[in-house]
């Protein structure tokens, strides 16, 4: 496993496969927050929702929630989220029915992905 980074920070820019950024992502380790802010504003339908996965190396994707894709939305971190979040895992974001995935995996197209990072 991973150290946490030193400065309690990771970062992802969540992209197309295109390379055009969607959303960027910041974690805050030790207040166990994350903001999603768009890059762009991604036109999604009106019976659609976007929703925020992250993907540890070799796991199924952990829901992390339902976020408005076209304004800034802070989400908290429980702790077993915060433990896998970490330079090897990544941040997808897939197309989902109001409310979220009926699964608990992503049942839509995945929109965009990106690596954490630490800053």
């Known amino acids: 496993a991973s150290a946490p980074a030193a400065t309690g920070y990771l970062v992802a820019t969540i992209a197309r496969s295109d390379?055009?950024?969607?959303?960027?992502?910041?974690?805050?380790?030790?207040?166990?927050?994350?903001?999603?802010?768009?890059?762009?504003?991604?036109?999604?339908?009106?019976?659609?929702?976007?929703?925020l996965w992250l993907i540890p190396p070799n796991a199924k994707p952990i829901p992390l929630g339902v976020f408005p894709s076209d304004q800034p939305a802070k989400m908290r971190l429980p702790d077993e989220i915060v433990a896998r979040m970490n330079s090897s895992a990544i941040l997808a974001v897939s197309l989902e029915p109001h409310g979220g995935s009926p699964t608990g995996q992503p049942t839509g197209p995945v929109l965009a992905t990106g690596a954490l990072q630490t800053t």
């Open 19 to 51: 390379g055009v950024a969607h959303w960027t992502a910041t974690v805050d380790l030790r207040r166990k927050e994350m903001v999603v802010v768009p890059a762009v504003h991604p036109v999604v339908a009106a019976d659609r929702a976007t929703e």
